[in-house]
């Protein structure tokens, strides 16, 4: 089948567009790095037809990558049913993102640099999902993290771009150190890393080791795709180009948190605490973050929030038992969010780079194809039947409710709050009188079609991928539960939410002042997004700093690790001296040198070597 | 068993690769009065293009893979290894030489002739099955790298440097041959595998005792062309002295072909005697690493720098020797393989950078050098990270798997010292990558020249061999473990 040409395309996009970009013309680059993506997708719809229905687990060899003692790596690609919708959706998604980038970034410098990283990405994204072990995920994960943060600090002479960059590595180090761990106890405890071999030896190991692999995985998930605690690096990551946040901070990287849940799912299935611990972490950041993507301003900021929120809906669905649902919501949160980004990024570059929605409006007549593509998203996340999200999220809600009915009105209620936020911004930013001083312009076709494709996706994809079906049999069965009460309680609390923000922002636009005025604690709580960037910095950065800066290094490292090796250094030296006084030059020292040797060593062999 | 004297044709195809490249040099030879300066670089191009044909056919041969000429010769996994090493070893001196030799307005017949040459006795150590063949190939291989040492003829360190070589190294191998005469006295045989047995045998009644002088003896020769301690002593000088792409052929191609044979004669015919010797090695083996590392420490000549760096690397092959077993024989495969790579691309830098006349060598010389040209910054740093053995790097897993097999045999202690000297050896690999990035251009850096393409190819291809050496480790590893059973 040839897997390995999946990421290959992508790669050598990369390698050309990196080494020659420099002095190729816009042409030359855009052909290259469109091209390998659009290679990768239909090389990807080519291994699909091959494969048929993929019914079972397909492996690819290619090599022992690691061989230590027991450790035993492979360098092997596996596609499975996951793996499809996941390919598809990386590459097929990221396809159209490549070609709106053409028109965005088309005013930009470092033009070969954008596109030879975003090659570079698809690289890694499209090894994560491949992946047939653990370490060779793992390498995907490094590696879309490294594109990450060299994309979000893309701007580099913008000092809160370099901060955002640093701010996401350093957030992921930590989750990333989970996921290792994560790791070495699964080698440890199951002797390899394949998947095919851990997930057949899980039941009947002890369920407190499950557990604690799980947790370990689940801190590895909440470092990438953004949940509580290590979600705070995600809404800065909108420094980075709106392209980027389409691509890699909504639709496909941060989600690979998700998947590596989804792909374990064998063990949380045999680890209840974890699972448990999986849903209530979901849950509070998909509530939390909702209610502060109500009062944000910055139009990226807002759909950044929302993208922590979604995620944590995709948690919720994986740790209710329901993976195939938070699949699904995964599909159809890469249309409708890439959506929404692409559109806000339409509306950026219309207004020259005006971010805050206090300073748009009625942009709905001036900027026509932005608005209703963006509208078709806005529906979908809404939740209103039948376009997309409606069915993915109706289905993690309904899961929610099997397993406890409490989840299921946290689910619907933060359903309403992102119904509420998302109209809040369209109303903002497309309705009323225009606040602004620019003078808004349409994008260009080569933006405009990649959006109205995925408003054909997020309005239509619901139905015409029924994503839940096609994992059937890869996930343990959801209990089915058709109680149209649920399911009408929760889209009525959308449409409530739809209905309030038109009441706010469109009826009577004097209301949410005199709210905030009334409420003025919860209003600035929220605002300031609980203060948790404060907290964080006062309880965590500053200490670490400090300590670092007084204790570790003036103290131990100035004063005991350098004053120590300088002392050895200086005696090494010292012996290096010596050293060289035997390097004479002379050749007859040199010749006695060598006698001397030999004497030694013959004598040596005689005594011991040849007398057994 | 000898039925017949004349060789079978698939015998003669086993040598194969020797056969192409004696004959290539050969016609360099008779070429050479023939034709005129303005062909200087044809030479170049048929070395390049006869060492890959050579080096195709190594990998050809080994699909029959057997003995040849009355088991004279062994094509085996092992050697294959080795051949495709120290050929490739050729291809990446051929490349910077091209630049070197104009540079120095030398002539070029005569040094790709003695080039190839060098490489053929070379290959026939790395096959020979046999005491008297392996002698030979040495020979072959050592001659002409005496000449090669003293290319240049009107400057008086390359001479020196000549002549210390060759004296030295006549002597060194008066040593190694006076093993093999003591062993062909004592069991009638110089096939290592006859040895072996004759040994195993017990039939030399007292004579064990001069098994192991014949066993310190050969390892005199080949600790000196291991350039081990306490034979390492010509190395600074010789490498000093003799033209840059030279020294960096020396320290890898002659070396591996050189360990090549020290792993066949010690783990085949003196594998019974091995307690005895592991100790020896041992010893040597700290001296080596322990030596090199220090005195490397207080060297302001890069190419001196880099003499006793590879003494110390040599050391470490040598702990892979004393492990006595197939993983550090694989280990030592795989090192040789990844120190070809990266000191061949350090040296490649040091001949770009050092000027005509070498007149730049002084590690002051390399200040600036990452804001003037960071292209070759980059690819020097690739180089010098993989020589500290940096994950990511070949280096970094050749040092693992050596010491991992060390362990293994419960060499603990050679172990902890090795990665102390390993810690040691850090210093002055940064101290050359803070003048590169940390201080301004000096002289050198400001007169440095565009990269010719011959050049280019000479530091992007060891960078690459090394960065896959380091990410894909299991390509070379899963061979060297392979082939590491035939030197048994």
């Known amino acids: ?612 | 068993m000898y039925a017949s004297l004349v060789p079978t044709s698939a015998e003669m195809i086993r040598f194969l690769p020797e056969l192409i490249l004696t004959v290539v040099a050969t016609l360099f030879m008779v070429l050479d009065p023939l034709l005129g300066r303005q062909s200087r670089h044809v030479y170049g191009h048929f070395s390049i293009l006869a060492l890959l044909g050579a080096m195709a056919a190594a990998v050809y041969v080994y699909r029959d893979p057997g003995a040849a000429f009355s088991g004279m010769l062994m094509v085996d996994g092992f050697a294959t290894f080795f051949r495709v090493v120290v050929i490739g070893v050729g291809i990446l001196t051929v490349l910077p030489s091209y630049r070197y030799l104009d540079r120095e307005d030398a002539e070029t017949g005569e040094y790709h002739a003695l080039l190839l040459f060098s490489i053929v006795g070379q290959c026939v150590m790395v096959t020979a099955n046999e005491l008297i063949m392996i002698f030979i190939g040495l020979e072959i291989s050592s001659i002409a790298s005496y000449v090669l040492a003293g290319y240049l003829r009107d400057d008086r360190r390359a001479n020196e440097a000549a002549l210390k070589y060759f004296l030295l190294g006549s002597f060194a191998t008066a040593f190694f041959l006076y093993g093999v005469a003591l062993i062909y006295g004592m069991t009638g045989s110089t096939n290592l595998a006859t040895v072996r047995r004759a040994i195993l045998g017990g039939s030399l009644g007292s004579a064990p005792i001069f098994i192991g002088v014949a066993a310190a003896l050969m390892f005199v020769g080949l600790g000196f062309k291991v350039s081990g301690a306490p034979f390492q002593i010509w190395a600074p000088d010789v490498y000093q002295g003799a033209p840059t792409p030279v020294a960096a052929f020396l320290s890898a191609g002659p070396k591996a072909a050189a360990f090549a044979i020290f792993l066949r004669i010690f783990l085949t015919a003196f594998q019974p005697i091995g307690p005895g010797w592991e100790p020896l090695v041992w010893v040597s083996a700290l001296a080596s690493m322990t030596l090199g590392n220090f005195a490397a420490l207080t060297q302001s000549n890069i190419k001196r720098l880099l003499a006793y760096s590879s003494i110390a690397h040599a050391g470490y092959v040598l702990v892979a020797l004393a492990a006595r077993s197939n993983v550090g024989t694989a280990a030592a495969m795989f090192y040789m393989a990844a120190y070809a790579f990266m000191n061949i691309g350090a040296f490649a830098v040091v001949s770009h950078l050092s000027g005509k006349g070498e007149r730049y060598l002084k590690v002051e010389d390399f200040a600036g050098l990452g804001a003037k040209q960071p292209g070759t910054a980059a690819l020097l740093s690739i180089f010098l990270l993989s020589l500290i053995g940096v994950p990511l790097t070949g280096g970094f897993f050749g040092k693992f798997y050596i010491f991992k097999a060390a362990l293994d045999s419960h060499l603990v202690w050679l172990t902890v010292l090795g990665l102390l000297n390993s810690a040691v050896a850090a210093y002055y690999y940064l101290r050359i990558l803070v003048m590169m990035y940390m201080r301004e251009p000096g002289e050198a850096a400001s007169r440095i020249q565009p990269l010719t393409p011959g050049l280019r190819a000479a530091l992007v291809l060891p960078a690459l061999g090394t960065l896959v050496l380091g990410i894909f480790p299991g390509w070379v590893l899963d061979f060297a473990g392979r082939s590491s059973v035939f030197v048994r």
Not at chain 1, 299 to 318: C, D, E, H, N, R
Not at chain 1, 429 to 435: C, K, L, P, Q, V
Not at chain 1, 455 to 474: I, N
Request: proline letters at 4%; glycine letters at 10%; aromatic letters at 14%.
């Open chain 1, 1 to 612: 089948m040839q897997l390995w040409l999946i990421p290959a395309f992508p790669l050598a996009g990369f390698l050309i567009n990196g080494l020659l970009g420099r002095r190729a013309s816009k042409g030359f680059i855009n052909a290259v790095a469109i091209g390998s993506v659009l290679l990768s997708f239909a090389w990807v719809l080519k291994t699909i037809m091959g494969l048929g229905d993929v019914s079972s687990r397909y492996v690819e060899h290619y090599f022992t990558w690691i061989q230590s003692g027991a450790l035993q790596v492979n360098f092997d690609f596996a596609v499975d049913r996951l793996t499809v919708v996941m390919l598809l959706v990386v590459t097929g998604v990221g396809a159209l993102i490549h070609i709106y980038s053409v028109g965005y970034m088309g005013h930009e410098g470092g033009y070969y640099r954008f596109f030879a990283y975003l090659n570079l990405f698809m690289f890694f994204m499209l090894t994560l999902v491949l992946a047939a072990n653990y370490l060779v995920l793992f390498v995907g994960w490094e590696g879309v993290g490294l594109c990450s943060y060299l994309l979000i600090g893309f701007y580099f002479l913008r000092q809160s771009a370099t901060n955002a960059g640093n701010k996401a590595f350093i957030v992921n180090r930590i989750g990333d150190f989970g996921f290792s761990l994560a790791i070495f106890l699964v080698f440890l405890n199951f002797g390899t890393l394949d998947f095919g071999g851990v997930f057949a030896n899980v039941p009947g190991k002890p369920e407190t080791l499950l557990n604690t692999i799980g947790l370990l995985l689940l801190v590895g998930a909440c470092g990438k795709s953004a949940q509580i605690p290590l979600y705070v690096w995600l809404p800065d990551a909108m420094e980075g180009p709106t392209p980027v946040s389409a691509l890699i901070h909504a639709a496909t990287m941060v989600t690979a948190g998700v998947y590596m849940v989804a792909r374990s799912n064998v063990i949380y299935i045999h680890a209840p605490v974890a699972q448990e611990a999986v849903a209530l972490i979901g849950l509070a950041t998909a509530f939390f973050s909702a209610t502060i993507g109500l009062l944000q301003n910055d139009i990226k900021k807002i759909f950044a929030y929302s993208t922590v929120s979604q995620l944590g809906y995709m948690f919720v669905g994986a740790g209710v038992g329901a993976f195939s649902a938070g699949i699904y919501h995964l599909v159809t949160h890469a249309f409708f969010k890439a959506l929404l980004f692409l559109g806000s990024g339409s509306v950026i570059h219309a207004l020259s780079g005006e971010q805050d929605v206090r300073r748009m409006g009625g942009l709905a007549k001036k900027i026509p194809w932005t608005f209703w593509t963006m509208l078709c998203a806005a529906v979908a996340i809404a939740g209103v039947p039948p376009f997309s999200g409606f069915y993915s999220k109706d289905m993690i809600l309904a899961a929610a409710y099997q397993r406890a009915p409490w989840i299921y009105w946290v689910g619907a209620i933060t359903a309403g709050l992102t119904a509420f936020y998302v109209f809040r911004a369209i109303f903002l930013a497309f309705f009323g009188a225009y606040r602004g001083h620019e003078h808004p312009h349409e994008s260009p076709p080569v933006m405009i079609l990649p959006l109205a494709a995925l408003a054909f996706l997020s309005l239509a994809g619901g139905f015409l991928f029924d994503v839940p079906q096609f994992l059937e049999r890869l996930f343990p069965p959801i209990e089915e539960s058709h109680d149209v009460t649920l399911v009408a309680v929760s889209v009525a609390i959308g449409l409530a939410g739809i209905g309030l923000a038109a009441l706010f922002y469109v009826v009577k636009p004097s209301l949410p002042d005199s709210l905030a005025a009334s409420f003025s604690g919860v209003y600035k709580l929220i605002y300031n997004k609980y203060f948790v960037d404060e907290i964080y910095d006062a309880a965590v950065v500053k200490p670490v700093v400090n300590g670092s800066r007084s204790l570790l290094w003036k103290g131990v490292d100035v004063g005991l690790i350098d004053a120590g090796v300088n002392g050895l250094g200086w005696s090494a030296r010292g012996i290096g001296g010596i050293l060289r006084l035997l390097q004479s030059g002379s050749i007859r020292s040199y010749a006695t040198w060598v006698v001397f040797g030999s004497v030694v060593l013959m004598v040596a062999m005689a005594m011991a070597g040849g007398v057994r």
